[in-house]
């Protein structure tokens, strides 16, 4: 699934997507922090679907294994 991630922090991501995704489901990420392009993977699973109001999916997030670098990546990407 491609999509654009908001509202980016440690504990997980707003992902918009052009398709739905299910509750409970289990995802490989891989995502590229803006400014410093440095890539993250981590796993996560969807905790809400929603539909937004532009018409694109909205699923919230929460990471299950994200590494001690990709959470030290994030914070530095989303704390300046």
Known sequence: VVGQARDLNVQGMLLETSAP???????????????????????????????????????????????PTGQEQILDCVSS
Do not use: C, N, W
């Not at 891989?30 to 392009?37: A, C, D, G, K, V």
């Not at 679907?49 to 294994?65: K, L, M």
């Open 21 to 67: 995704l299910a509750v409970g489901s289990m995802l490989e990420l891989e995502f590229y922090l803006p400014r410093t392009h440095a890539q993250v993977r981590a796993k996560g699973e969807v905790v809400r679907a929603t539909r937004g109001s532009a018409g694109a999916h909205e699923a919230g997030i929460r990471f299950i294994d994200l590494s």
